[in-house]
């Protein structure tokens, strides 16, 4: 990406940076050569960054380009919020008390320049400031009564840094240059910026920690940088060209704000969040595909004027799924009326539809990967031990917890099954997805389409390898390429 420093008066900046050119705004605002421009980093360095100020506009109009604005916009509107400063001061208390627990005047400013202060010791809370807001000049003030607050919180321009602290910030800045990803040291000079999204502790990640080095391995030898972020990174996203959702998408999680917003910034990503809205959703699910005439189990939409019509449709044993239910979690499954009332009851109080689906037991289901509706993997997956799932929570033994699976060729998927996930992904529009299919009786029945299915090290690259990694970063290189999203 081409990077621009823009500042009211570039004679006065003593920043040497590499593949940095340091322009004024009113050249930015103004030239037409720079509104045609492509692939492009704006460092907005403005004096004022106040509602219809240059600075403003420099990263207004530059969202407008296309370009990648640093602060962006809304960066700048959150400073005015007037409930930031609550939601910040808690967000950041324990790191506050503990770094500001040794000062004895009641007030204290912190200076913020590309993320660091003057003194080491405010190294933390400094960076922490700016990952939040991702504004290169912050002031942050702190009053104390019974414990430290923030008082205010306010970006500041190049005139108002004290002549004591310039020497400092243009080192700062020289630092903050030389870095690739803006508060990680460069390791390489890419061609584009990958954040891969991982969550600690995810319950059901979608890939195992030696697919993600993979994927890191084969996207650095395809020019990416790589970073591998977690949920409290999402103010750094503008930062990045590409994103890779790899924890557990819900609506109302973490990875669903990132694809929203990546959306709405114009980083190329997998996977989108229309694809998180739609297959986390069963009720659209079994509409969608019953409007398309897909096979699936007999499927009811519970409610709670027709519980009691439902198991004439489906029968018993019959299978209840919440309708955000994703890794088999929310899935039970009733053998009886009493369990099936007892269930639905519990499940209705929770949600205002259920879903309701005919039991259709089989030694496997089918996984077929879908890459931009292209096959990328065919998997088999194995019930647990002694269940009816491929995920047994409650199994006592970890190992218990899934079963086996075997990787295919795709050329040996049964064509019927083949065509199946093809048109189901369809459903759902551009991105990865892995349709999970039974075959019972010979028919092939549709029972989930996943928007972000597993990719483990070991599972689903057991048949083609590093392809499988390789061909879903070149896709997010084609997005970049073409000016996708």
Request: aromatic fraction near 10%.
């Amino acid at each position: 990406m081409n990077k621009y420093i823009v500042v009211n008066h570039p004679e006065n900046w003593e920043v040497l940076a590499e593949n940095v050119e340091i322009i004024s705004a009113q050249a930015y605002l103004t030239n037409p050569e720079y509104s045609r421009l492509k692939k492009v980093r704006i460092f907005n360095l403005c004096k004022d960054y106040s509602y219809q100020s240059k600075g403003y506009y420099v990263s207004l109009l530059a969202e407008a380009r296309g370009h990648m604005a640093i602060p962006t916009v809304k960066n700048i509107v959150d400073l005015r919020e007037p409930k930031l400063v609550k939601i910040v001061s808690e967000e950041f208390e324990d790191v506050i008390q503990h770094s500001l627990k040794n000062i004895k005047a009641s007030e204290f400013t912190l200076s913020i320049y590309f993320g660091q202060n003057v003194a080491q010791k405010y190294k933390e809370l400094s960076a922490m400031f700016y990952r939040h807001f991702q504004i290169p000049f912050l002031r942050v003030n702190f009053v104390r009564t019974n414990k430290w607050n923030i008082k205010s919180i306010k970006a500041i321009s190049e005139a108002e840094i004290p002549e004591d602290h310039k020497e400092s910030m243009y080192q700062f800045a020289s630092q903050y240059f030389s870095k690739k990803r803006y508060d990680t040291p460069r390791q390489n000079i890419a061609e584009y910026d990958l954040a891969i999204l991982v969550k600690k502790d995810d319950p059901a990640p979608p890939s195992n920690a030696k697919a993600i080095k993979r994927f890191t391995e084969l996207a650095e030898k395809m020019d990416f940088y790589v970073e591998i972020v977690t949920p409290r990174d999402l103010s750094r996203l503008s930062a990045f060209d590409a994103l890779f959702i790899r924890q557990s998408t819900e609506v109302n999680n973490e990875a669903y704000a990132f694809a929203r917003k990546a959306q709405q910034e114009g980083i190329a990503l997998v996977d989108y969040p229309d694809a998180i809205l739609k297959c986390c959703n069963k009720v659209f699910m079994a509409e969608a595909l019953e409007n398309a005439g897909i096979a699936t189990p007999k499927t009811v939409i519970v409610h709670k004027n027709n519980t009691h019509q439902v198991l004439e449709i489906t029968g018993l044993p019959v299978v209840l799924k919440s309708p955000d239910s994703t890794f088999s979690f929310g899935v039970k499954k009733a053998g009886t009326e009493e369990e099936y009332k007892e269930l639905v009851q519990q499940m209705l109080k929770k949600s205002d539809l259920v879903i309701a689906q005919e039991f259709s037991p089989s030694d496997y289901d089918w996984r077929i990967g879908i890459l931009d509706n292209k096959p990328l993997f065919a998997c088999r997956y194995y019930m647990a031990k002694g269940h009816w799932q491929i995920y047994n929570w409650d199994a006592e033994k970890k190992d218990d917890q899934d079963g086996n699976a075997d990787c295919l060729p795709i050329e040996k998927v049964p064509p019927k099954i083949l065509e199946m996930a093809l048109k189901s992904a369809k459903l759902m529009g551009k991105g990865l997805y892995g349709i999970d299919i039974k075959e019972v009786n010979k028919r092939p029945m549709v029972i989930e389409i996943n928007d972000n299915p597993n990719i483990d090290f070991g599972v689903e690259d057991a048949y083609y390898g590093d392809q499988v990694y390789i061909e879903i970063l070149s896709a997010l290189k084609s997005r970049l390429k073409k000016g996708e999203i």
